[in-house]
């Protein structure tokens, strides 16, 4: 089955611009959670979503958001981009008993932020 | 939010040498996880542990919890050079807080 679809790949933004990272999970999952990993701060949690729900969000500014649509894809935006963006985006997905299956992630989106 | 400690940060070894990496907190957990991510990729999940004492193997991967449930390791056996990349554990936090918590993570180089 096909797995966890993160678009774009990579992207190039200019401080100040808004973002906008599309996650289409792995079919049948209803859970979406999004990471941001940079070299010095590893993998952290932005927030996750459940049947279109935010259950869950990380220690991220406001200019952090996110949602999820009925058909359980989802996209985070960010707006007003600072430098320190930069960073690999990941979304995973899971079914609901995610600590008995684990998570399943995509191959993130590369931001850059110039 | 508890904290996991992995140890080493860094490892470069030869191909075909035995490694541990290992995963330590203060705190306890219902259970642990192990990724393994590659570069331009997203963490693949190895393994879940949930029983204190609990091992597992997967191939040349052994995975143990500890007794106390409050710390892991992954040992490697004859390393190979497709075993490079950055091993991560990881938490999920109790009380339907469906959010993972990753440790510091291991950058492991199996130089052929």
């Known amino acids: 089955k096909a797995g966890v679809t993160q678009t774009p790949r990579y992207l190039i933004k200019t401080r100040g611009q808004q973002v906008t990272l599309s996650c289409s999970p792995i079919s049948g999952h209803r859970s979406v959670s999004w990471y941001q990993q940079t070299p010095g701060q590893g993998l952290q949690f932005l927030f996750e979503y459940f049947s279109e729900t935010q259950r869950n969000k990380g220690n991220f500014p406001g200019r952090f958001s996110g949602r999820q649509f009925s058909n359980s894809r989802s996209e985070m935006n960010v707006s007003t981009l600072e430098l320190g963006d930069s960073a690999l985006y990941l979304c995973?997905?899971?079914?609901?008993?995610?600590?008995?299956?684990?998570?399943?992630f995509g191959s993130g989106t590369r931001l850059t932020v110039v | 939010t508890q904290l996991l400690e992995q140890s080493p940060q860094f490892l470069s070894i030869q191909e075909g040498e035995n490694l541990t990496v290992y995963c330590n907190s203060s705190s306890v957990f219902s259970s642990l996880q192990w990724y393994r991510q590659e570069p331009g990729e997203g963490p693949v999940l190895l393994v879940t542990v949930v029983t204190g004492g609990e091992v597992k193997k997967l191939k040349r991967l052994t995975f143990q919890f500890g007794d106390a449930r409050k710390d892991s390791s992954l040992h490697i056996t004859a390393a190979q050079p497709g075993d490079t990349g950055l091993y991560l554990c990881?938490?999920?936090?109790?009380?339907?807080?469906?959010?993972?918590?990753f440790g510091t993570g291991t950058r492991l180089t199996i130089i052929p």
């Open positions: 990881a938490y999920i936090s109790n009380f339907g807080n469906e959010k993972l918590t």
């Open positions: 995973a997905s899971s079914p609901r008993s995610s600590d008995r299956y684990g998570y399943t």
